[in-house]
Each structure stands twice: as structure tokens, then as C-alpha cells.
């Protein structure tokens, strides 16, 4: 199935949608997808790609084009943590102090300073992971504290809902965490200007609520093969 719609396309809706289009990235989510597609959507001047697999990307690092920004999306284990500082322009899932500080660590060694967001498990859900938000308030001078990472953002995937407004309502929830813990932070060293919400499903209302990254896969691609 070819893809539904083009980069130009979803350009435009971001410039509809968002209340500040200059400040939002569209983030092509390219996991289990080929380097022949991913290249097509290059030549359509896009150029950041997100990958959930970090075997998968690291294959695609080295085969494609330099000037691709890539981001992990997908969750980390701290197993592969040496393997993927330095890789990636954004890494997106910092689910625990314990992955940060690993991060902190391996950056520190080689000389970098990795952007990060923190991951935030909006609906407390099982079957997903992140902070919750109580548990990343109280984390959050310790996170704040480790050398090496620099955190941009907060990324969320909140409970899927055929629901509009209770969708929106975690995207609230999240703008309103990152603006308290703003207050609390030193944006010279942690800019946490940066919000990755928002997929295929329901980014307009992502961008509506704040997004400035949102990360959008088989609506670029079309389906998976």
C-alpha cells in the first residue's frame, strides 16, 4: 500500500494545527520499514527519522545519508546503552534514573553530551513503560543532576481512546508537567522545551495541545512488509 500521505501534506497540517509550526519537527517513524523508503522520503527533503530497534538503526545509520537526524523511540535496555550514545541525535526513552545515569556515563567517556526526553507513562498503564508522574517529580533533581545528558523534553504515548477530548486531555496533562517542572529546572543546562506527542492516529490534536515532535509512520510509509 503506497503511503496516504506526503511530507508537503503533513507540513501543512502542522502549519493548520499548531499554535507555533516553527517550533515542531515531524519525526518519520521508519522501524521495519526499507532503506529504499526511508530514502524516498529523504527526497522529499525529510530528514529526521525515529527507530524503535536498535539493531535495526544502527544497520540503517551506516547505509544511509549522514545528514539524517535519528532518534530512538522505542525502549531502551541499559544492555544496549554502549552501543547507541553518540548514535543518535535524541534518544526518547528515558524510562528510569537508572537508564539516564548508564547514558550520562557512556557519554561522559566519549566526550558528548546526549540529548534525551524523558519518557512519561501517562495512564499508569501495565503494558507500558515511563515515569509515572508522581515518581518523575520526585526524581526529577536526581535526573537533573547527572553529567552528560542534556534534557530537551518529555515524550508520552498516552492510553489509545476513540475518544477525543479524553486524548486531549493527556496531551494537556503533559504540557502541564512540563511547565511545572520548568519551574524547577535550569533551562540553561535543560532546556525541557520540547514536547514528543502525537502519532499517526492523533497528532492533529497533539499539535493543538503543544507537540513539537510528533512522530508519524504508516501514514509517510504506508503499510509495513
Known amino acids: 500500500m503506497s503511503a496516504t500521505k506526503t511530507i508537503a501534506d503533513i507540513q501543512a497540517e502542522i502549519k493548520k494545527f499548531s499554535p507555533h509550526p516553527e517550533k515542531v519537527k515531524l ?3 521508519s522501524k521495519k520499514q526499507s532503506i529504499d523508503k526511508i530514502r524516498e522520503l529523504v527526497s522529499q527533503q525529510q530528514t529526521a527519522f525515529g527507530e ?26 541499559s544492555k544496549k546503552v554502549n552501543s547507541i550514545v553518540g548514535k543518535f541525535a535524541y534518544i526518547h526513552s528515558i524510562d528510569s534514573v537508572k537508564i539516564a545515569e548508564l547514558i550520562g556515563q557512556k557519554s561522559k567517556s566519549i566526550g558528548v553530551i546526549q540529548k534525551v526526553f ?3 507513562n501517562l495512564g499508569n498503564e501495565d503494558t507500558k513503560t515511563g515515569f509515572a508522574k ?3 517529580v520526585a526524581a526529577w533533581e536526581k535526573l537533573t543532576q547527572i553529567d552528560s545528558i542534556q534534557i530537551v523534553g518529555l515524550m508520552a504515548l498516552p ?8 486524548t486531549r486531555g493527556y496531551f494537556k496533562k ?5 511547565h511545572d517542572l520548568r519551574k524547577k529546572t535550569d533551562t540553561s543546562l535543560h532546556p525541557l522545551d520540547s514536547l514528543s506527542m502525537g502519532t499517526s492516529q492523533d497528532y492533529p490534536i497533539a499539535l493543538q495541545e503543544g507537540a513539537t515532535v510528533i512522530r508519524v509512520g504508516t501514514l509517510l510509509f504506508g503499510e509495513r512488509t
Open 52 to 77: 524503535n530497534y536498535v539493531q535495526e538503526a544502527l544497520e540503517k545509520i551506516v547505509s544511509l545519508p549522514k545528514t539524517i537526524e535519528w532518534h530512538l523511540i522505542g525502549h531502551l535496555q
Open 174 to 178: 503533559l504540557y502541564q508537567l512540563q
Open 159 to 166: 492510553p489509545a481512546s476513540e475518544n477525543e477530548s479524553i
Open 134 to 136: 508522581d515518581t518523575l
Open 118 to 120: 524523558i519518557e512519561v
Open 27 to 29: 519525526l518519520a517513524v
